[in-house]
Structures are given as C-alpha cells and as structure tokens.
C-alpha cells in the first residue's frame, strides 16, 4: 500500500481558513439504531439541498465526520468517494440501507424459544456471525483508504490486544501513514460490538514497510458519543498550525459549529436498579431480560459525559447555538435495541427518527444533570433548518474567500 498523503485536491470542502467555522458532524454508535440519526440527516440534506441545489450533500459542509460503530459506517457513506468523485451515498439512502440489509445483518431467530436460542448464543460466542455485513462493507466501499475521504472523518475504535483506544483520523495520516487503512477494515473494526458481532483483525502497512496489526472492537467501547474525540483532532491540528486552520487559535471553541446525533436510547425507562444489580454475577451484567446491562451502561455514560462536557464548554463560551444536541432517551421495548431487526421494529425507528424531529430542542441542566427544552429553541427540525443556513453561508463565504486568496474560483 502507498500511502499519497492527505492534500486539499482529496476534499470538497474549503479548509476553515476561508471562513469563520468549523463545522462537525458526530453520529453515535446504536446497531440498527443507525435509522433515527438516518432519518435526521436526510432532513438536514434536504434542507441544504433547498438552499443550494440538489446535488448538496453532507460531505460538502462539514469539515469533520465523526462516527462510531454504526456511526462510523454512516461516516463512510457519507464521505466516501464514488467514480464520480461525489458522496457514495446521499443522506436520504441510508434508511433504505438499514432496511434491506438490517435483517442479513442480524437474523432474527423466531418462535417461542428464540429469546432462549439468542441468550444461549452470546454465552458461547459472538450472537452473530458478520460474515454478511463484513462483505457488504467491502463491497460498498471496494479498495477506499482513510486518506480518499471526500472530507476528512474520525472512527473511534477499541483494540482488544493492547487494551487501548485507536483512533482513525484522516488528519494522522502524513504523521503516521500505517493508520491509513481501507475504510472496510476500519468500519468493521468499530462495528464489533461485543457479545453481537466477533472481534476483527487485520493488518496495515505504508510505503516505507512498516507494519501494524489491528484487533478490534465496537468503538462504543471507548467513545460511543465521538463529538469530543473530532474536537480533540482538529485542535491538535489547531496546536500544529496546520495552516488550513491558521489562524485560529488553540481554544477559541466559540467557533466550533456541532451537530451531534445519538441513536436513542432507553435511558429514561428505569429498566435496572441498584436493588436487582445488587445481585448480578458476570452472568446477569452481560445477559437480563435480553439486554446487556454493563454494555448499555458504559456506553450511555460514555455518551452523556460528552454532551455533558460540550454543554459545559458552548455555554461558558456564550456559544449555545453552535451547538445542537439531538438523543431520544424515551425509547422502549425492542426499540432500544441494537439487533432486533424484525420489519415491524426496523419501520417503528423510522417514525421514532421522524417524530425525534418534531420534538423540541433539548439541552442539560448542568446542576440537575435533566435534560430540558431549550426557551425559544423550537424544534429539532426548526433547529437543523437553521444549522442549514449556517452550513451554506459559510461554504458560500469560503468559496468566495477561497476564490479570491488562490487568484481563482477553480478548485
């Protein structure tokens, strides 16, 4: 493998020294909970699309794409390249993604005794195979490697062998080129979700020889809620003085804009308490009543500790606005799941991605730790309406600054 490096002639989008943001897009990890941030991006595509035209994709607007486990899959739909140089996917085709293949991915066993089989299945191995998702990955994104995004992205993934985090970022690419690896390996290494889908390894080498190996699992494990990991990439890119980024300084966050979408989750349920897991064993933290209490837990808190974090450092910052959160913590039964991917489940995510549209904008109480309505923040949709408006202005201002500090309006 040759490693060519990262230049400005791989991105669609201007670099953020022609304008005023940053921009960031996060997308959590969730399994087939994928549908409810699909639903919302192909209504923030929409949006750009009415404002300028309809070839606008998300790659076009965003200077980082951040994703984990499923999020990093959307990641790599939305950023990687087709032979026509544009997004492999538009926003609105990664509903009807998950719809098709959901099913392949995670076959549902039925009957009276399918809850029993499933339970069974994760005591003694991976619930699933991944032999149908590994190929459809490497089908759909071929021979693309990290540095071939059409904008740059950040996978969070958990190596098992050496019990730490690696992170693929397409800004690590000229400073440690083994990293660059095909976008395949690195979806399906963040989507190993333990106790679903088995641990993956590969290998990776750059045009010097150098050699590394991977062992991978669910990036859930290590950043289930990737927003602050993106933030913490481009500010060490701010530190370097990379001069895409110059001359921003290292901490001016104020002109941070971030959208930042969760999967939905159960939270607000009460399904455990301390009463029950009082009296769990490894048994009953990894399997209760088709669950997987410490799994849910680690994730959830990964994610709320992020939001919690961005909230704290937007509002010191007076920078509320450039800062949309949407998560629905109000989803129940099989809805919460992450591999029941029966049709009557798979369509239920898609009215709650529609319905997570129409609810108002929500924000953490920093003292009570609640989340509340945003006063005057309208909707979710209002919001991302908005947040379009923002995204076309300044790649409209960056296009004209671009024009005019090259000595032309080419690319």
Same mark, same amino acid.
């Given at each position: 493998?040759?490693?060519?490096?990262?230049?400005? /002639?791989?991105?669609?989008? #201007?670099?953020?020294?022609?304008?005023?943001?940053?921009?960031?897009?996060?997308?959590?990890?969730?399994?087939?909970? *994928?549908?409810?941030? +699909?639903?919302?991006?192909?209504?923030?595509?929409?949006?750009?699309?009415?404002?300028?035209?309809?070839?606008?994709?998300?790659?076009?607007?965003?200077?980082?794409?951040? *994703?984990?486990?499923?999020?990093?899959?959307?990641?790599?739909?939305?950023?990687?390249?087709?032979?026509?140089?544009?997004?492999?996917?538009?926003?609105?085709?990664?509903?009807?993604?998950?719809?098709?293949? /959901?099913?392949?991915?995670?076959?549902?066993?039925?009957?009276?005794?399918? +809850?029993?089989?499933?339970?069974?299945?994760?005591?003694?191995?991976?619930?699933?195979?991944?032999?149908?998702?590994?190929?459809?990955?490497?089908?759909?994104?071929?021979?693309?490697?990290?540095?071939?995004?059409?904008?740059?992205?950040?996978?969070?993934?958990?190596?098992?062998?050496? !019990?730490?985090?690696?992170?693929?970022?397409?800004?690590?690419?000229?400073?440690?080129?083994?990293?660059?690896?095909?976008?395949? &390996?690195?979806?399906?290494?963040? /989507?190993?979700?333990?106790?679903?889908?088995?641990?993956?390894?590969?290998?990776?080498?750059?045009?010097?020889?150098?050699?590394?190996?991977?062992?991978?699992?669910?990036?859930?494990?290590?950043?289930?809620?990737?927003?602050?990991?993106?933030?913490?990439?481009?500010?060490?890119?701010?530190?370097?003085?990379?001069?895409?980024?110059?001359?921003?300084?290292?901490?001016?966050?104020? #002109?941070?804009?971030?959208?930042?979408?969760?999967?939905?989750?159960?939270?607000?349920?009460?399904?455990?308490?301390?009463?029950?897991?009082?009296?769990?064993?490894?048994? *009953?933290?990894?399997?209760?009543?088709?669950?997987?209490?410490?799994?849910?837990?680690?994730?959830?808190?990964?994610? &709320?500790?992020?939001?919690?974090?961005? /909230?704290?450092?937007?509002?010191?910052?007076?920078?509320?606005?450039?800062?949309?959160?949407?998560?629905?913590?109000?989803?129940? =039964?099989?809805?919460?799941?992450?591999?029941?991917?029966?049709?009557?489940?798979?369509?239920? !995510?898609?009215?709650? =991605?529609?319905?997570?549209?129409?609810?108002?904008?929500?924000?953490?109480?920093?003292?009570?730790?609640?989340?509340?309505?945003?006063?005057?923040? +309208?909707?979710?949709?209002?919001?991302?309406? #908005?947040?379009?408006?923002?995204?076309?202005?300044?790649?409209?201002?960056?296009?004209?600054?671009?024009?005019?500090?090259?000595?032309?309006?080419?690319?």
């Amino acid at each position: 493998m040759e490693n060519t490096g990262r230049t400005r /002639s791989h991105v669609n989008v #201007r670099p953020p020294n022609c304008g005023n943001l940053i921009t960031i897009l996060s997308i959590d990890g969730g399994g087939i909970r *994928g549908i409810i941030p +699909g639903v919302i991006l192909a209504y923030l595509e929409s949006q750009l699309q009415e404002l300028d035209g309809e070839e606008a994709r998300i790659a076009d607007y965003f200077d980082v794409i951040a *994703g984990t486990s499923t999020g990093g899959l959307i990641t790599a739909m939305l950023a990687a390249p087709n032979e026509n140089h544009r997004p492999l996917y538009a926003a609105k085709d990664i509903v009807p993604f998950y719809l098709e293949n /959901s099913p392949k991915i995670f076959p549902q066993i039925g009957g009276p005794f399918g +809850g029993v089989v499933n339970a069974f299945k994760t005591l003694i191995g991976p619930g699933y195979d991944g032999k149908y998702v590994q190929q459809l990955i490497k089908s759909n994104l071929g021979s693309t490697r990290l540095h071939q995004t059409l904008t740059s992205i950040v996978v969070p993934t958990f190596d098992i062998k050496i !019990l730490q985090p690696v992170i693929f970022s397409t800004y690590q690419v000229t400073d440690n080129p083994v990293v660059d690896a095909l976008l395949s &390996d690195i979806c399906i290494g963040t /989507s190993a979700a333990p106790t679903f889908l088995p641990a993956y390894y590969f290998k990776n080498s750059d045009a010097q020889g150098n050699e590394r190996e991977f062992n991978l699992i669910d990036g859930g494990i290590a950043a289930n809620n990737p927003t602050l990991v993106a933030v913490s990439e481009v500010t060490k890119q701010v530190m370097k003085k990379n001069p895409d980024f110059f001359p921003i300084k290292p901490m001016d966050y104020g #002109r941070f804009l971030v959208i930042s979408l969760g999967t939905g989750s159960d939270k607000n349920e009460h399904t455990y308490n301390a009463k029950m897991a009082s009296k769990w064993g490894v048994f *009953g933290w990894l399997y209760y009543k088709g669950s997987t209490p410490l799994i849910k837990a680690v994730n959830q808190a990964s994610a &709320d500790m992020v939001d919690f974090h961005n /909230s704290v450092v937007f509002q010191a910052l007076h920078s509320d606005d450039n800062y949309l959160r949407i998560q629905d913590d109000t989803l129940t =039964g099989a809805l919460s799941s992450v591999a029941t991917a029966t049709k009557q489940n798979l369509d239920n !995510l898609v009215k709650v =991605g529609e319905e997570v549209l129409k609810k108002p904008v929500l924000r953490v109480n920093l003292t009570s730790g609640d989340y509340e309505p945003v006063e005057t923040g +309208g909707t979710n949709m209002d919001a991302l309406t #908005r947040f379009a408006k923002l995204l076309s202005d300044e790649r409209k201002l960056r296009d004209a600054n671009f024009g005019r500090m090259s000595g032309s309006t080419s690319y």
